[in-house]
């Protein structure tokens, strides 16, 4: 899976309950990504961050929350506020030079809120 | 919006016969990228087409671009079981900025 790994696999969280998704890359990426996929569906931006203490909403940002004080770093709390949690959560890294952005993908972590 | 659109939504061939797959997009564009996903994983990416790109090609896939009709085509050949994923397509406007995936083919390659 490209360097980046995801954890937990599978998450199970309770109405009302904020959640933390871990995403960690070692190919010294400046850009991460975080996609949310329904069943049956492409991907939905949530949060990106080009650099460091630096990131920027995407399409689907309500409920969600996202820090980056590390390079390697870009986690992603669901908060009680997001309504319909329960998706598949998808990080991903581009390097961002030389014209070079293709996204290197981590394996996906499953929320679901019981 | 620049969504890449794929067609068809789903696929079912024999192995050994080629898949075609198609995206449209709806603005200008600096390049375009198909990216694989097997169920329930992440997203693997095959191949990087730029706009002033008409064709590429990467061992068994085959990508093309036309820019005027602002649609992409991606050919498997000789396909396999393994190809069997889900297959997407990601509009890059450039440097700095993001993609937007569409909803992605479901190949399915029956032995």
Redesign the interface.
């Known amino acids: 899976?490209?360097g980046?790994t995801?954890s937990p696999k599978y998450l199970f969280r309770k109405e009302g309950q904020n959640v933390t998704l871990s995403c960690e890359q070692n190919l010294n990426h400046d850009a991460m990504?975080w996609?949310r996929q329904d069943p049956?569906?492409?991907?939905?931006?949530i949060y990106?961050s080009?650099i460091v203490n630096d990131f920027q909403k995407?399409d689907i940002a309500e409920g969600y929350s996202v820090s980056r004080e590390k390079k390697e770093s870009f986690p992603l709390t669901v908060t009680s506020a997001q309504k319909n949690p329960t998706a598949?959560y998808?990080c991903?890294s581009s390097p961002?030079w030389r014209?070079r952005?293709?996204?290197?993908?981590?394996?996906?972590t499953?929320l679901t809120v019981l | 919006s620049q969504q890449g659109e794929e067609d068809p939504q789903a696929l079912s061939i024999q192995e050994g016969e080629n898949a075609t797959m198609n995206c449209s997009y709806k603005t200008s564009i600096n390049?375009l990228?198909w990216?694989r996903q097997n169920s329930?994983?992440?997203?693997?990416?095959l191949i990087?087409i730029r706009s002033n790109e008409r064709e590429k090609h990467s061992g068994r896939l085959r990508v093309t671009l036309d820019t005027s009709k602002k649609s992409s085509s991606l050919l498997i050949t000789a396909s396999r079981a393994a190809d069997t994923a889900s297959y997407?397509c990601?509009t890059?406007k450039g440097?700095?900025q993001?993609?937007?995936?569409?909803?992605?083919t479901?190949l399915s390659v029956l032995p």
């Open positions: 899976d490209g980046i995801q990504y996609y049956g569906q492409g991907l939905r931006l990106y080009q995407g598949f998808l991903a961002r014209g952005n293709e996204q290197f993908f981590g394996p996906g499953r | 390049n990228q990216y329930g994983r992440g997203l693997v990416h990087l997407f990601a890059g440097e700095g993001n993609f937007v995936f569409g909803p992605g479901r």
